[in-house]
C-alpha cells in the first residue's frame, strides 16, 4: 500500500515560484517512477512532469519546459515541484502520482499506468 500526500500548494502572483512536496509512504517509494499532474476546472487532468526512481530520467509537459522541475530525495520519501514564472494558466490541482512497478516504457503521461494518487493541492496564480 502507498499513500501519497502533496503540500505547498497555495495563492501567488504571476512570475512567482512555488514548491510542492509529494510525501510517500511505503517501500517502493525508491523504485518507483513518480508523476506530477494537474487538473483546472472544467478541464481534463493532464500530465505535469515525472521522474524515474534514479532521477536519472526527467520529462515535462511542453507547458512548463523550462519553469517546472521535478526532483526527489529516496533518503525522504519526498519527491517535488519547484515551479518559477508561474502563468495564470497554471491555476489547478496539483497531483502526484506513483508508477504502476509493471511499466517500464516512455508514456510517462498516461494517467491509466500511475496506480497510487495523491488528494491534490491547490495551485491559484492571480494575474
Known amino acids: 500500500q502507498v499513500q501519497l500526500v502533496e503540500s505547498g500548494g497555495g495563492l501567488v502572483q504571476a512570475g512567482g515560484s512555488l514548491r510542492l512536496s509529494c510525501a510517500a509512504s511505503g517501500r517502493t517509494f525508491s523504485r518507483s517512477f513518480m508523476g506530477w499532474f494537474r487538473q483546472a476546472p472544467g478541464k481534463e487532468r493532464e500530465f505535469v512532469a515525472g521522474?524515474?526512481?534514479?532521477?536519472?530520467?526527467?520529462s515535462y509537459a511542453e507547458s512548463v519546459k523550462g519553469r517546472f522541475t521535478i526532483s526527489r530525495d529516496n533518503a525522504k520519501n519526498t519527491v517535488y515541484l519547484q515551479m518559477n514564472s508561474l502563468k495564470p494558466e497554471d491555476t489547478a490541482v496539483y497531483y502526484c502520482?506513483?508508477?504502476?512497478?509493471?511499466?517500464?516504457?516512455?508514456?510517462?503521461?498516461?494517467?491509466?499506468?500511475?496506480?497510487?494518487w495523491g488528494q491534490g493541492t491547490q495551485v491559484t496564480v492571480s494575474s
Open positions: 521522474i524515474s526512481w534514479s532521477g536519472i530520467i526527467t
Open positions: 502520482a506513483r508508477r504502476g512497478l509493471l511499466y517500464s516504457g516512455t508514456y510517462y503521461y498516461r494517467e491509466v499506468e500511475y496506480d497510487y
